[in-house]
């Protein structure tokens, strides 16, 4: 009897696959490679070292292509769990880096230069190995703080979107199965893409999911190639229900005419939406928008209209990132207000939801 035909992959027709040798060698390369057999596989020295990729602006008009038609394997050198405090206390190393999806805020492909895709680091038994050492070494958590009560929390998800990630590999799986085994240490991970294939990780309770949320209005020009906003609130009760803890990023805040009344509507529509076991233990972070020079140049050459919103001269000021390039944020008095608004917001249409940072 022929295999059944593969299931056709969300966002994905993957063409080309720019492979480390290690890394393609890897029991995790040879799955990825067995996901898309219909690729060609192009070996380079180094993931972050691709001439057709980093640096080339000719891949401006490619921008969204690119991420659905190349994935990069690699083998993570470097292993190291970075203090954090504000969402998390830690940040993980990266199990990935880059994002099929294309929000036109996103701050990881300023790195890489005019393209983005996902890079699977193939390692992921070295990642965990290296987790489980350092939840081991960092005993139990003294004290509560607004990352969490009782236990330490990592960010499994800084430069990539782990729910995006399950499509490819059992990266994020490997990661979720981990933690629910370590009492004393929590995941999290920020995604605006439901994949309820996570469903069946049975979590435990160890791993906490962030369904980064706008105001639709707002996501359907900025938030491109990811689930609609009404589909992402109505996953957390599921999410709950098979073990993880759900919370929400309200991210990021983008001010214009009229957001204040829209972020109003999208707190009214969780209000109404969420089942009370969600709203019983949800928290939020709030996140203003960030945005940066060279990537609103780069966003000119592929979606301008998104620049309309992102780029306000008026509104921003700018401020040198550690990595030397040029970021703009809302001045200081401007935000400071703002965040004002929108508690008030939070406190009239959605009490119930804790605020557990702002930025």
Known sequence: ???????PLPLFDVREIYAEPAAAASPRGRQVLERFPGARVVEVPSHWRIPHLHGNAGNVERWARVKSEVLVLGVKKSLAARPNGRSADWIAPSSANGCALACAYCYVPRRKGYANPITVFTNIDR??????????????KPAPNQCDPHAWVYDIGENNDCAVDALICDN???????????PTAKASFATKWVNRDLLALDPRGRTRIRF????????????IRTTPVPDRILAAGDFLEAGYEVHFNLSPVVLRDGWQADWAELLHRMDDMLPASVKAQAAAEIIMLTHNRDLHEVNLGWHPKAEDL???PALQEAKKSGNGSWNVRYRAGGKAAALDVLRTLIDRHAPWLRVRYAF
Do not use: E, K, N
């Not at 009897?1 to 299931?7: N, S």
């Open 1 to 7: 009897m022929p295999p059944a035909p593969r299931r």
């Open 310 to 312: 992102l780029w306000r």
């Open 127 to 140: 990642i965990v190995s290296y987790l489980a050492g350092h939840v081991r070494r960092q005993g139990r």
């Open 212 to 223: 980064s949320l706008m105001p639709p209005a707002d996501a359907r020009l900025l938030d």
């Open 172 to 182: 994020t799986a490997d990661l979720v199965r981990a933690f629910r085994h370590w």
